[in-house]
């Protein structure tokens, strides 16, 4: 879960050991699921580990991030919870989160701490702003930032696996309708 304050002049080494060792498991379940005859599962691994190199190879080549980034887990674990409570009950969390050593609160108070960092402006007029729905650029601005080899990875590791990853009518049927059945 959330972890302390990094240096953004010098990331601890282990902040960055972790998105990469989440890179090592990615491909190993990748493997196992390709071997195993399981495509479209392979696919969806692919998906996650494209997303989490890229931004491993972003947080490399521009370190001074690195803070920022790992403040950003407690807005998007908070984000996480509060959802988790239309269905589940504080109780309920707690027990789960207790493995990690978090409570809700504890959550809570981790996001409250690094919220006015992530303000963004909502309405120029109104003088209102929003959390940031990123801790920093949309993935494709990072594949252009840092290049090759990952843009020539783009289409077939993000794009093209993110029709089997979420629930659209794409991901249910491989043989995509062709425009004549759209219009019938």
Not at 71 to 86: H, P, S
Not at 94 to 118: I, T, W
Request: proline fraction near 5%; include cysteine.
């Amino acid at each position: 879960m959330f972890r302390p304050r990094v240096s953004p002049e010098k990331p601890r080494r282990g902040d960055l050991f972790q998105p990469g060792q989440t890179c090592w498991d990615d491909y190993l379940q990748i493997v196992f699921l390709a071997i195993n005859g399981y495509g479209v599962g392979s696919s969806q691994f692919l998906r996650g580990l494209y997303e989490r190199a890229v931004t491993l190879a972003y947080l490399i080549q521009f370190p001074a991030k690195t803070e920022r980034f790992v403040k950003f887990a407690a807005i998007q674990e908070y984000k996480a919870l509060k959802v988790a409570l239309k269905i589940n009950s504080e109780e309920e969390l707690d027990a789960l989160m207790q493995e990690k050593g978090l409570s809700l609160a504890q959550a809570k108070q981790f996001h409250d701490q690094v919220k006015p960092e992530f303000q963004v402006t909502d309405c120029e007029e109104c003088e209102t702003t929003k959390t940031a729905y990123s801790w920093d650029i949309d993935l494709a601005s990072m594949v252009e930032k840092i290049g090759e080899p990952f843009t020539g990875f783009f289409l077939a590791a993000y794009v093209i696996p993110n029709f089997n990853v979420h629930a659209t009518y794409s991901s249910t049927n491989p043989s995509r309708p062709s425009k004549k059945k759209m219009a019938e």
